[in-house]
Each structure stands twice: as C-alpha cells, then as structure tokens.
C-alpha cells in the first residue's frame, strides 16, 4: 500500500502476557519511529531506526520493551510480560531521512490499539 | 516533565473564524517546531513546521507563529472551516540531535469548528 501499514489493529491481552506489534513503512523510507500514546496524553518518542545504523533506544520505558527492523523495512515493537500501564495506541511512523534532509515530516500509521487487562 | 505543553484541552469555534492553538515549550534546544493533525482512528499527519530562524510560517489557511523569547508557538486557522475539526498536537524537535524526526510532543487540543 501506499502508506504505513501496521497491525494488529486492536490487540486485547492479559496481564503478564508477551505482544507483538508490526509496522510495514513506506516503501523507499530509511527511518523507522515507534511512538505511543496513552490515554490523555500526547505522543511519546520510544525508537528510532535509520538505515543500518545502531537504533536509538533512548525512549523505551523498560528492558520489557524491544523492537527489531529486519530488512531495513518491516519492524516488530515487542512488549514482554505486559502490564496495565502499557496500554494505549502505539504509532509507527515512516520518514526520508538524509541527515539535514529530514525535516521532522513524519507520515504515520493508524496505530495499534493495546489493552492490557 | 513536559518539556511541550498545549494548555488548552479543547477549543470550540464557529465555521468562517479564526481558530488559534497554542503551544509552550521549555526546552532551550528546541529549534524546529510542527504541528500535526489527528482525526479519530488515524494516524496524525503533518501539517505545517516552522524554524526557530523564523518568526512566522503561512501555508493557505494555516500560519504558525513563533516567540523563541517567550518559548511559545501558536498556530492560526482562518477561515475555520468545519472539516479542520480535529486534534491538533504541537511538536518540537532539535536539530542538534541524530533526527529531527525524533519529536516531543504537547498533548494536544481538541478543535471543533460548529458550521
């Protein structure tokens, strides 16, 4: 498709629980952004990935959180042993990104939905 | 800390006035400002960024102003129309880092646009 596909789109657990969340980005974009929001709040930063460079992790919130990026294409956000506060919509967003090229100009997914219970 | 803060939860305007949101941010090394657009169920999509070497930015309807001193954006629809009804996040991002793309954002403002 033309923009960023994610899935599931709405993905119900249980408490203690491993999730997988996969993110299919633009075709032809090298950067690679997870972001969440939860409920009330804005848009937090998680991960970053940009060509075959090392991901910048800075804003994952536990070592329960991991994400790959196979291919320098399709990612996967994986949350192990899930909790409550874990819940919200987590965003994968695509971008060119050519070092000063990269104007902040994100195209994001719709998002998948993640209730923990 | 909410290093980008958008005050005002929600903002009602009627169809054909000027809608204006608000943005303030604490951060000194923010330098490159946007504004993203988000309608229920969608992903946000961008709508207009501004540098901190500029105090003003006009896209059709849409300006954004900048108040580095004060630390403060705002952002300017006019004419408001009722398909602009939305949520509306201000973003911040520095360029001093490894991506722009790597952004903080407010909590966003809730605008309706009554026709």
């Known amino acids: 498709g033309a923009g960023v596909s994610q899935s599931p789109s709405n993905k119900v657990t249980e408490k203690g629980k491993d999730v997988e969340l996969r993110c299919d980005p633009i075709?032809?974009?090298?950067?690679l952004y997870w972001y969440r929001q939860s409920l009330g709040q804005g848009l937090e930063f998680l991960i970053y990935f940009q060509g075959n460079s090392a991901p910048d992790k800075s804003g994952l919130p536990s070592d329960r959180f991991s994400a790959e990026r196979t291919g320098g294409s399709v990612s996967t956000l994986t949350i192990q042993r899930t909790q409550q506060e874990d819940s919200a919509v987590y965003l994968c967003?695509?971008?060119?990104?050519?070092?000063?090229?990269?104007?902040?100009?994100?195209?994001f997914g719709e998002g998948s939905r993640l209730t923990v219970l | 800390d909410q290093q980008v803060k958008q005050n005002s939860p929600s903002l009602s305007v009627q169809e054909g006035r000027i809608s204006i949101l608000n943005c303030d941010y604490t951060n000194s090394m923010f330098d490159y400002f946007l504004w993203y657009k988000k309608y229920p169920a969608e992903g946000p999509t961008f709508l207009i960024s501004?540098?901190?070497?500029?105090d003003k930015n006009e896209d059709g309807r849409f300006t954004v102003f900048l108040n580095k001193s004060a630390k403060h954006l705002s952002l300017h629809i006019v004419p408001s129309q009722p398909g602009d009804s939305a949520v509306y996040f201000c973003?911040?991002?520095?360029?001093?880092?490894?991506?722009?793309?790597?952004?903080?954002f407010g909590q966003g403002t809730i605008l309706t646009v009554h026709p």
């Open positions: 967003a695509s971008s060119l990104d050519h070092g000063g090229a990269n104007t902040g100009e994100l195209f």
């Open positions: 075709s032809g974009h090298t950067a």
């Open positions: 973003a911040a991002t520095s360029a001093g880092g490894t991506s722009y793309g790597k952004l903080t």
């Open positions: 501004i540098s901190s070497i500029k």
